[in-house]
């Protein structure tokens, strides 16, 4: 194809081919030229090219970790978040095995959650965690199966992203509750919890030794109810 400028100074692209005319022995006595505009059709194609470009520089760009990977868990694509995370190159992990950056104790149940994922129900999210350059964290990944056009499943696609300071904090809190329950449960003295009308939701042993109530007895009752009325 060759381009040329036409009379009102546009480009145009011509796809020139050369026609062969013979005579009756079969000698090639005329070459006709022969050409059509394809300009359309290249600006469609450089507009797509442009298009994907765009697109591939925005997956590159996102802070959330991607990756897909086929159904025998090898790698088709990273982004350069998923690899500055892991501490990766992707040419190390690209048609590689995608399990090795999830912790091994959680890989059966990354798996099985996997397996979980059908046409009808294509998505999945799991929390797990990963060995990101050589410490543990906790990720979230939101997991989607890929199709063709005739609906084919292609591969899985995971977007994840790091929830480690998330973790942390319910770890604390549970252990803080923890504490708070030990130190109910075991006081010395009689202790509950009561709702603003001073219904009972929670009494420790002591409280129910004092007044000669069973637990479950004393739940759901008012402080007045067991009051004497004198």
Request: proline fraction near 3%; include cysteine; charge should be negative.
């Given at each position: 194809?060759?381009?040329?400028?036409?009379?009102?100074?546009?480009?145009?692209?011509i796809?020139?081919?050369?026609?062969?005319?013979?005579?009756?022995?079969?000698?090639?006595?005329?070459?006709?030229?022969?050409?059509?505009?394809?300009?359309?059709?290249?600006?469609?194609?450089?507009?797509?090219?442009?298009?994907?470009?765009?697109?591939?520089?925005?997956?590159?760009?996102?802070?959330?970790?991607?990756?897909?990977?086929?159904?025998?868990?090898?790698?088709?694509?990273?982004?350069?978040?998923?690899?500055?995370?892991?501490?990766?190159?992707?040419?190390?992990?690209?048609?590689?095995?995608?399990?090795?950056v999830?912790?091994?104790?959680?890989?059966?149940?990354?798996?099985?959650?996997?397996?979980?994922?059908?046409?009808?129900?294509?998505?999945?999210?799991?929390?797990?965690?990963?060995?990101?350059?050589?410490?543990?964290?906790?990720?979230?990944?939101?997991?989607?199966?890929?199709?063709?056009?005739?609906?084919?499943?292609?591969?899985?696609?995971?977007?994840?992203?790091?929830?480690?300071?998330?973790?942390?904090?319910?770890?604390?809190?549970?252990?803080?509750?923890?504490?708070?329950?030990?130190?109910?449960?075991?006081?010395?003295?009689?202790?509950?919890?009561?709702?603003?009308?001073?219904?009972?939701?929670?009494?420790?042993r002591?409280?129910?030794?004092?007044?000669?109530?069973?637990?479950?007895?004393?739940?759901g009752?008012?402080?007045?109810?067991?009051?004497?009325?004198?």
């Amino acid at each position: 194809s060759v381009k040329v400028q036409g009379s009102d100074d546009r480009v145009i692209t011509i796809d020139f081919s050369l026609r062969p005319v013979k005579d009756e022995t079969g000698e090639v006595v005329l070459l006709i030229p022969e050409g059509r505009d394809i300009s359309e059709q290249i600006e469609a194609e450089q507009a797509l090219e442009e298009s994907k470009a765009k697109y591939q520089a925005i997956i590159e760009e996102q802070a959330e970790l991607i990756c897909r990977h086929r159904q025998d868990a090898t790698v088709s694509y990273v982004n350069d978040a998923f690899c500055s995370y892991f501490g990766i190159e992707k040419a190390d992990i690209i048609d590689g095995e995608y399990t090795p950056v999830v912790y091994e104790a959680d890989r059966v149940k990354v798996t099985r959650l996997i397996g979980t994922m059908t046409q009808e129900n294509p998505t999945v999210t799991i929390e797990n965690r990963v060995v990101a350059k050589g410490t543990i964290r906790w990720t979230q990944w939101n997991n989607r199966m890929i199709f063709d056009e005739a609906g084919n499943f292609v591969e899985y696609q995971s977007v994840g992203r790091d929830i480690t300071p998330l973790k942390e904090i319910e770890l604390k809190l549970r252990e803080s509750e923890e504490k708070f329950r030990r130190a109910f449960e075991d006081a010395a003295t009689g202790e509950a919890l009561v709702t603003p009308d001073g219904t009972f939701i929670q009494v420790n042993r002591s409280l129910c030794e004092i007044v000669g109530y069973e637990e479950a007895e004393l739940v759901g009752k008012t402080f007045q109810e067991i009051t004497h009325p004198e």
